[in-house]
């Protein structure tokens, strides 16, 4: 009981921070403290196998309730994969498994980064990360399109408005940097009935863009603001910096698929639009409300794609973080990734910094005579009903590559990501201990 209380406290603790998209250190702190499960309590002389599950097992006690109805974890850990499914992909329904497609969320927006650092590092259309993005933007297909069959039956009838240009206006100020960054001064959703998940399926992404371009926001480079806006502004500077034609952008998914997707093989991986042969797979995603599991809407309708729109399954996701770990994959993506894996601006402590999309943080906090933390490159996401965190530990030892990604079909969950941390430190300080022995 020791032992799930210590940890219980120390995943809490770990929380508080995530729901500002910057979480607080995990915290091992001593000897005496990972004797009681941290790491001391996984025997040093496991298989990684054994390993890995106990570790799991580890941070599942010590998961605060409720937990999600569904639950898949991806881990990369001494090169090999590993994945743990418990639950159900919906109340009553088949268990989850490599099959379930869960949705990422803001996830996406890695995604999003390392599209960026790609298309700069290959010199695509000679794109530079200080070009305003008032010189790419352009919307592919309907501008002035909202979601087909919208829940919220009194959406207004959208006016066709042209896009601003870019010679006045917000977007003369901003970089495609400080998009990808957090630091174009943009908000992080707008106000009003356009910011809910219902609300938003009556905004057009032509509506989008004119609010970035006529609103009044902090002259950049302003401070570190996490914005969905921002990367849905990136989004749409990505498509035409990747299209054949310029007049005739490709959607944001278009690119995703032909330059992530296709590439690693990532077959099971959509944006809205869920095959319908996938979609006995695609988890049901819930909110506990007043004690109780509440069904949610499926994402219906995103007018900024680049921001959230993925949704995947444990296999699939595997791929991606073999390749964001620089262990797998494309050159071109491994490259991508680490520079946007780099911290480049300030973020909200603890972090180490804000790269492109993705954030570094200490894997734990650092306490004598625990070794000093190796820094986790992560990104969380959520929808209504899913909460999800990828993260990549850069520069480990080499005897220890590790990355993981976790999926809940549960949405406003901040544990997810001290969940996923609580198992890679456990596995770390677990190993330094082993060597420590021999």
């Known amino acids: 009981m020791r032992r799930v209380a210590f940890l219980v406290a120390a995943l809490a603790a770990f929380a ?58 991806a881990l990369n850990y001494h090169g090999k994969a590993y994945y743990y499914y418990q639950g159900v992909q919906k109340l009553g329904g088949r268990p989850v498994d490599g099959n379930t497609i869960f949705e990422m969320g803001s996830v996406t927006k890695s995604f999003t980064g390392i599209l960026l650092a790609n298309a700069v590092n290959l010199g695509i259309r000679r794109i530079a990360l200080n070009d305003p993005p008032g010189k790419w933007v352009l919307i592919a297909g309907n501008p002035d399109a909202t979601a087909p069959k919208p829940v919220a039956t009194t959406c207004p009838v959208p006016t066709a408005t042209p896009l601003p240009p870019a010679s006045y206006g917000s977007f003369k100020y901003m970089t495609l940097f400080e998009l990808a960054t957090h630091t174009s001064g943009l908000p992080d959703v707008i106000s009003g009935a356009y910011g809910t998940n219902i609300g938003r399926q009556c905004f057009s992404p032509q509506m989008f863009l004119n609010y970035v371009e006529g609103g009044t926001f902090p002259h950049p480079p302003a401070r570190w603001v996490y914005s969905n806006f921002g990367f849905g502004t990136l989004g749409y500077a990505l498509q035409r910096a990747y299209a054949t034609n310029l007049n005739k952008p490709p959607q944001w998914i278009d690119v995703a698929r032909k330059q992530i997707l296709e590439p690693l093989g990532m077959t099971s991986t959509f944006d809205l639009n869920v095959p319908k042969k996938y979609q006995t797979y695609y988890a049901v995603g819930y909110l506990y409300k007043a004690g109780q599991l509440e069904r949610q809407l499926h994402w219906l309708w995103d007018p900024w794609p680049a921001a959230g729109t993925l949704r995947s399954t444990a296999p699939d996701m595997m791929r991606y973080l073999r390749m964001a770990m620089n262990v797998a994959g494309p050159a071109n993506l491994r490259a991508a990734a680490q520079i946007a894996q780099r ?96």
């Open 343 to 438: 911290p480049y601006v300030k973020a909200s402590p603890p972090s180490v910094g804000q790269g492109l999309a993705w954030e570094t943080v200490p894997l734990y906090a650092a306490s004598t005579p625990s070794p000093p933390p190796p820094p986790i490159a992560w990104k969380d996401g959520g929808t209504a009903g899913f909460s999800s965190w990828i993260g990549a530990v850069r520069k480990p030892d080499v005897t220890q590559p590790m990355g993981i990604v976790v999926m809940f079909n549960i949405g406003n969950q901040d544990n997810v990501g001290p969940f996923a941390r609580a198992i890679l430190t456990t596995l770390y300080l677990g190993q330094f201990e082993a060597n420590a022995r021999r």
């Open 16 to 73: 508080a921070g995530c729901a500002n998209h910057s979480p607080s250190p995990f915290v091992p702190q001593n000897d005496a403290s990972r004797q009681l499960g941290v790491a001391s309590g996984i025997h040093p002389n496991l298989t990684d196998g054994q390993r890995v599950k106990a570790a799991i097992a580890q941070a599942l006690a010590a998961l605060p309730s409720p937990t999600a109805p569904g639950i898949a974890v």
